[in-house]
Nanobody, 131 residues
């Protein structure tokens, strides 16, 4: 458990859409949260969206209304639907999994260094949005 693999990144023009996928080897029923983070060169990794096992979600203000996180437990896959993309969305996108119960959906937008709550990470997929 805990192996994650992202896919779906690419290059799009401003206003375009992409759908990222995060395939897990298995998502135990006891998982706490799964989340998407992103990181641009020279910038701190930031939380983008999170979902918990009850289906509750939370989003960074910068993506609220444009991005949608979802989870298909039967397929052990998490998704991030991204619409109305902007050049400032350009980053490496990572999925992350918390199995220890270290975090909550609310922590994504409140807690400094919330990424430390997640013990499993994928390798990332690049998203590039041109003007």
């Amino acid at each position: 458990e805990g192996q994650l693999a992202e896919s779906g990144g690419g290059s799009v023009q401003s206003g375009g859409s992409l759908r990222l996928s995060c395939a897990a080897s298995v998502i135990p029923a006891r998982f706490s949260c799964m989340a998407w983070f992103r990181q641009s060169p020279g910038k701190k990794r930031e939380g983008v969206a999170v979902i918990d096992r009850d289906g509750d979600t939370n989003y960074a203000n910068s993506v609220k209304g444009r991005f949608t996180i979802s989870l298909d437990s039967a397929k052990h896959t998490m998704y991030l639907e991204m619409t109305s993309l902007k050049p400032e969305d350009t980053a490496m996108y990572y999925c992350a999994l918390d199995l220890r119960g270290m975090t909550t959906v609310g922590a994504l937008t409140r807690k400094v260094d919330v990424e430390r709550d997640y013990e499993y990470w994928g390798q990332g997929t690049q998203v590039t949005v041109s003007p």
